[in-house]
């Protein structure tokens, strides 16, 4: 799926991952904040990172599929 179609899963309560991700690694969304598989937000953070955003390439908008 495309990346606009893998955030559409997330905001279903599905947890996605993309080809370049490891086995266990994984997005979620929970009460409208992006986690991943250890729990700590992906977007937004305090610090100013953006991991959403950060994989804006070409390579990140499609091979997304569900977990």
Do not use: C, P
Not at 27 to 33: A, N
Not at 38 to 57: A, V
């Amino acid at each position: 799926m495309n990346k606009s179609e893998a955030y559409k899963a997330m905001e279903q309560g599905k947890k996605i991952t993309h080809m370049y991700f490891d086995s266990n690694e994984f997005l979620y969304i929970k009460d409208g904040v992006m986690y991943e598989e250890n729990n700590n937000k992906f977007d937004h953070r305090e610090d100013g990172y953006d991991g959403w955003k950060d994989r804006s390439s070409g390579s990140f908008q499609e091979d997304w599929e569900l977990y």
